[in-house]
Protein backbone atom coordinates (compact mmCIF):
# COMPACT_ATOMS: atom_id res chain seq x y z
CA UNK A 1 0.00 0.00 0.00
CA UNK A 2 1.40 3.61 -0.76
CA UNK A 3 1.87 5.35 2.60
CA UNK A 4 3.42 8.28 0.16
CA UNK A 5 -0.21 8.43 -1.50
CA UNK A 6 -1.99 7.95 2.19
CA UNK A 7 0.19 11.35 3.15
CA UNK A 8 -0.51 13.10 -0.06
CA UNK A 9 -4.38 12.54 0.51
CA UNK A 10 -4.19 14.14 4.06
CA UNK A 11 -1.98 16.52 2.74
CA UNK A 12 -4.19 17.67 0.62
CA UNK A 13 -7.46 17.54 2.98
CA UNK A 14 -5.99 19.29 6.08
CA UNK A 15 -4.71 21.84 3.98
CA UNK A 16 -7.92 22.00 1.93
CA UNK A 17 -8.27 25.74 1.74
CA UNK A 18 -5.27 26.64 -0.02
CA UNK A 19 -5.60 23.59 -2.48
CA UNK A 20 -6.38 23.62 -6.04
CA UNK A 21 -9.19 21.49 -7.29
CA UNK A 22 -6.62 20.57 -10.55
CA UNK A 23 -4.52 19.02 -6.85
CA UNK A 24 -6.69 15.98 -6.93
CA UNK A 25 -5.59 14.60 -10.36
CA UNK A 26 -2.67 13.76 -8.06
CA UNK A 27 -4.32 11.27 -5.29
CA UNK A 28 -7.40 10.26 -7.41
CA UNK A 29 -7.19 7.96 -10.72
CA UNK A 30 -9.19 9.16 -13.87
CA UNK A 31 -11.94 6.83 -13.09
CA UNK A 32 -12.94 6.95 -9.38
CA UNK A 33 -15.49 6.44 -7.97
CA UNK A 34 -16.55 9.55 -5.61
CA UNK A 35 -19.57 9.06 -3.22
CA UNK A 36 -20.80 10.80 -0.32
CA UNK A 37 -24.21 11.87 1.31
CA UNK A 38 -24.65 14.37 -1.13
CA UNK A 39 -23.94 12.95 -4.02
CA UNK A 40 -22.23 10.17 -6.16
CA UNK A 41 -19.68 11.25 -8.93
CA UNK A 42 -17.93 9.27 -11.56
CA UNK A 43 -14.35 10.22 -13.13
CA UNK A 44 -12.37 12.82 -11.85
CA UNK A 45 -13.86 15.41 -14.33
CA UNK A 46 -17.12 15.35 -12.24
CA UNK A 47 -14.96 15.38 -9.01
CA UNK A 48 -13.23 18.52 -9.53
CA UNK A 49 -16.22 20.12 -10.42
CA UNK A 50 -17.98 19.19 -7.35
CA UNK A 51 -14.70 20.44 -4.99
CA UNK A 52 -15.62 23.43 -7.21
CA UNK A 53 -18.36 23.94 -6.38
CA UNK A 54 -18.44 22.70 -2.49
CA UNK A 55 -15.12 24.99 -2.19
CA UNK A 56 -17.08 28.29 -4.09
CA UNK A 57 -19.88 27.70 -1.49
CA UNK A 58 -17.74 27.81 1.95
CA UNK A 59 -15.49 30.30 3.24
CA UNK A 60 -13.39 27.96 4.65
CA UNK A 61 -13.37 24.35 4.79
CA UNK A 62 -10.41 22.32 6.50
CA UNK A 63 -10.04 18.31 8.01
CA UNK A 64 -8.19 17.43 10.77
CA UNK A 65 -6.93 13.80 10.09
CA UNK A 66 -6.95 11.84 13.34
CA UNK A 67 -6.23 8.14 12.31
CA UNK A 68 -5.29 6.62 8.95
CA UNK A 69 -5.62 2.57 8.69
CA UNK A 70 -3.97 0.93 6.03
CA UNK A 71 -5.21 -2.59 5.64
CA UNK A 72 -2.60 -3.67 3.20
CA UNK A 73 -4.89 -4.74 0.56
CA UNK A 74 -5.58 -1.85 -1.33
CA UNK A 75 -7.91 -0.73 1.28
CA UNK A 76 -7.94 2.47 3.86
CA UNK A 77 -9.91 3.45 6.38
CA UNK A 78 -9.40 7.60 7.46
CA UNK A 79 -11.09 8.63 10.08
CA UNK A 80 -11.76 12.78 10.24
CA UNK A 81 -13.26 15.84 11.34
CA UNK A 82 -14.31 18.50 8.96
CA UNK A 83 -14.54 22.51 10.07
CA UNK A 84 -16.35 24.91 7.58
CA UNK A 85 -18.38 28.19 7.39
CA UNK A 86 -20.30 29.40 5.32
CA UNK A 87 -22.18 32.49 5.24
CA UNK A 88 -25.97 30.74 4.82
CA UNK A 89 -25.86 28.75 7.71
CA UNK A 90 -24.79 28.71 11.92
CA UNK A 91 -24.33 32.63 11.62
CA UNK A 92 -21.05 31.94 10.20
CA UNK A 93 -20.01 30.28 13.00
CA UNK A 94 -17.42 27.17 11.91
CA UNK A 95 -19.29 23.73 11.54
CA UNK A 96 -17.47 20.62 12.97
CA UNK A 97 -18.37 17.14 11.61
CA UNK A 98 -17.08 13.92 12.67
CA UNK A 99 -16.99 11.37 9.64
CA UNK A 100 -14.89 7.97 8.23
CA UNK A 101 -13.45 7.67 4.81
CA UNK A 102 -13.17 4.26 2.95
CA UNK A 103 -10.57 4.27 0.05
CA UNK A 104 -9.70 1.40 -2.91
CA UNK A 105 -6.35 2.40 -4.06
CA UNK A 106 -4.68 1.25 -6.80
CA UNK A 107 -0.91 2.09 -8.86
CA UNK A 108 -0.45 5.16 -6.73
CA UNK A 109 -3.87 6.36 -7.19
CA UNK A 110 -7.06 6.44 -5.47
CA UNK A 111 -9.87 4.74 -7.18
CA UNK A 112 -12.77 4.52 -4.78
CA UNK A 113 -13.88 7.26 -2.25
CA UNK A 114 -16.55 6.73 0.44
CA UNK A 115 -17.36 9.34 2.77
CA UNK A 116 -19.75 8.45 5.89
CA UNK A 117 -20.76 11.47 8.12
CA UNK A 118 -24.50 12.93 9.78
CA UNK A 119 -25.84 14.70 7.09
CA UNK A 120 -28.05 16.36 9.41
CA UNK A 121 -25.33 17.53 11.46
CA UNK A 122 -23.72 18.92 8.66
CA UNK A 123 -26.31 21.02 6.67
CA UNK A 124 -30.01 20.63 8.14
CA UNK A 125 -28.91 21.15 11.88
CA UNK A 126 -27.68 24.19 10.61
CA UNK A 127 -30.79 25.78 8.99
CA UNK A 128 -32.28 28.23 11.20
CA UNK A 129 -35.88 26.87 11.79
CA UNK A 130 -35.22 23.42 10.47
CA UNK A 131 -32.32 23.51 12.72
CA UNK A 132 -34.21 24.18 16.25
CA UNK A 133 -37.15 22.00 15.01
CA UNK A 134 -34.41 18.55 14.61
CA UNK A 135 -32.33 19.62 17.43
CA UNK A 136 -35.84 19.36 19.62
CA UNK A 137 -37.11 16.21 18.32
CA UNK A 138 -33.06 14.71 18.93
CA UNK A 139 -33.52 15.87 22.39
CA UNK A 140 -37.27 14.37 22.49
CA UNK A 141 -35.94 11.32 21.58
CA UNK A 142 -32.49 10.43 23.90
Known amino acids: MSTLLLEKFSSFYTNLDTMKVEDLAEIYSTDVLFIDPI ?9 ENYFAKLLRN ?15 DGKCIVNWTMEYRTSTMNANKPIKVEGITMLT ?34 RSMS
Open 105 to 138: LKNDKITFHRDYYDLGQMVYENIPLLGRLIKRIK
Open 39 to 47: AEHKGIAAV
Open 58 to 72: AKSCSFVIHTKQDNQ
